[in-house]
């Protein structure tokens, strides 16, 4: 039996316009890859449908942008103020080793 892929990833709500609330979080990957799973949600791919998201909720519909984070913190695909979370299970990780502060 293999190990279930996880990985840090931005992860933003598109539910209600461009720049929504984000998080840094772990996901866990489905065996084939088209589905993440974060905090209970399973986010299921758009393949290429999406208006700036590339992800849905398969209970709620609602859109998500996920990616993997960025060295330099600009994760947003727009330019904004709003603050981005950073779950406290990853947060040693995020800060050391992907924005290696």
């Known amino acids: 039996m293999s190990a279930v892929k996880t990985r840090i990833m931005y992860i933003e709500d598109k539910s209600e316009g461009l720049n929504g609330p984000a998080r840094i979080g772990l996901v866990s990957f489905s ?6 799973t974060y905090a209970g ?4 791919r758009l393949g290429g449908y999406g208006f700036k998201a590339n992800y849905f909720d398969v209970e709620t519909g609602k859109h998500f942008w996920i ?4 060295k330099d913190g ?12 950073v ?15």
């Open 67 to 70: 990616s993997g984070p960025r």
């Open 31 to 36: 065996k084939s890859g088209r589905s993440v």
């Open 74 to 85: 600009c994760d947003r695909l727009y330019e904004s103020r709003l603050p981005i979370e």
């Open 87 to 101: 779950d406290h299970d990853v947060a040693d990780e995020y800060w050391t080793v992907i924005r290696g502060q």
């Open 41 to 44: 949600k399973t986010l299921q």
